[in-house]
């Protein structure tokens, strides 16, 4: 991968919508920049110098876990998984979900604690619905908090 030294945006892929891997294609493009897809199935990516897939085996956070392993502190993830977001934000990477929301050391355990509060409810029988289908308002803020963080990391 070119630049070993620079940051690398990892893509929790198996879940991330189509539209938002799009958006990710053209910019690790424009900036020149690393862009990693972790999944556990083949993914079809744009041939590219700085876009590559690896596929993992399946298996419970098998994904989760490589992103884990293999991003560093100044790297960005992109995941809509809160827990992958906590562990990544504790190894000092930023996280990104697709609807543009920054997972920062200062929101992420209360994201954390509401989303098990949350899957405790789904475990005793509640019904609380699913997420909201991606709109064209989060892909606009995905891309615009995607462009932030790379003018910030070409400023380092």
Known sequence: MPGASVATIWVDADACPGAIKD???RAAERAALPLVLVANRALQVPRSP????IQVPRGFDVADNHIVAMA??????ITADIPLAAAVVGKGACALNPRGELYTRD??????????????LRSSGVETGGPRALSGSDRQSFAGRLDRWISACAAR
Do not use: K, P, S
């Open 107 to 120: 929101n992420v355990q209360g994201l954390l604690d509401m989303r098990n509060f949350m899957d405790t």
């Open 72 to 77: 560093a502190a100044g790297d960005l993830v």
């Open 23 to 25: 958006i990710l294609y």
């Open 50 to 53: 700085w876009i590559r897939m």
